[in-house]
């Protein structure tokens, strides 16, 4: 325990901003959305053997796409290998290229550069180099599904300044922050030595911070599902929990 008593472990701008873009995401979605059971990468929510293969990774998308309960006609799902595809004739500007998919929206403007819309087809491309690891597509199944529930119907604007942390924080707000926190960062070894990733726009102390207030928000003191993050995103979840106790029973 610190000398002064529990502190969170991020600066107090981005726990004001994480705190403010919660309650944010509750009047825009409702407590039935923050409420909805968390994943977890077992059986029970990802059942079956999975190979990597495309049939593999669709399945996986399609899985994560039911439970944002977004509609499958408003969704189509490409898939490459290198850079993203070029944006196709009739997408909306404003497009979003992040650091493992690529998200735009065909035939319909949605708000992408801050005009309310809707209609079209929301267009998800997935890096095939991250087909191999089933735990980190569904990090980037579920950035890139999130972009479509802020942008698609006018939400959120894709030319916001903070519309990329919004995402990643609208993945612990949908149930999928587990998958998220446990991608934002990761070291692996490779034949050319030992290789640094980073995956998404805010950090594991801010992941775990916002996975802690959810909980909070939940009524949940100790939640089942928190034993699935890994090291880091754990203790900062463990240590957001604390300051989070302490001042609710101040």
């Known amino acids: 325990m610190p000398l002064f008593g529990a ?10 901003w994480i705190e403010k873009m919660l309650t944010w995401c509750v009047d825009q979605f409702g407590r039935e959305a923050l409420e909805a059971e968390v994943l977890t990468p077992t059986p029970k929510f990802f059942p079956g053997t999975y190979k990597g293969t495309p049939e593999d990774i669709l399945s996986v998308v399609d899985l994560v796409r039911a439970h944002l309960r977004i509609d499958p006609t408003e969704i189509s799902v490409t898939l490459y290998d290198g850079l993203p595809p070029p944006q196709l004739p009739g997408t909306a500007t404003g497009a979003r290229n992040s650091v493992a998919g690529h998200y735009s929206i065909r035939g319909g403007v949605g708000r992408v550069s801050g005009v309310s819309g809707g209609g079209g087809v929301g267009i ?9 690891d089933p735990r980190r597509l569904v990090a980037v199944a579920a950035h890139e599904l999130c972009h479509h529930k802020l942008l698609y119907q006018g939400i ?10 919004l995402t990643d924080l609208a993945t612990v707000f949908f ?10 960062f990761s070291f692996s070894q490779g034949s050319h030595g030992w290789r640094r990733r980073q995956l998404g726009y805010i950090n594991q102390p801010m992941f775990g911070y916002a996975l802690a207030r959810i909980a909070a928000l939940r009524g949940e003191r100790d939640p089942e599902w928190a034993r699935y993050l890994e090291t880091n995103p754990r203790g900062y979840f463990k240590q957001s ?3 989070l106790d302490k001042q609710l029973s101040s």
């Not at 502190?7 to 004001?16: A, I, M």
């Open 175 to 184: 149930g999928l922050g587990i998958f998220t926190a446990n991608a934002a």
């Open 7 to 16: 502190r969170p472990p991020l600066e107090d701008r981005e726990r004001l």
């Open 124 to 132: 998800i491309a997935i890096a095939l180099e991250d087909a191999p």
């Open 241 to 243: 929990a604390r300051y």
């Open 156 to 165: 959120a604007a894709a030319d916001d300044q903070d519309h990329e942390p």
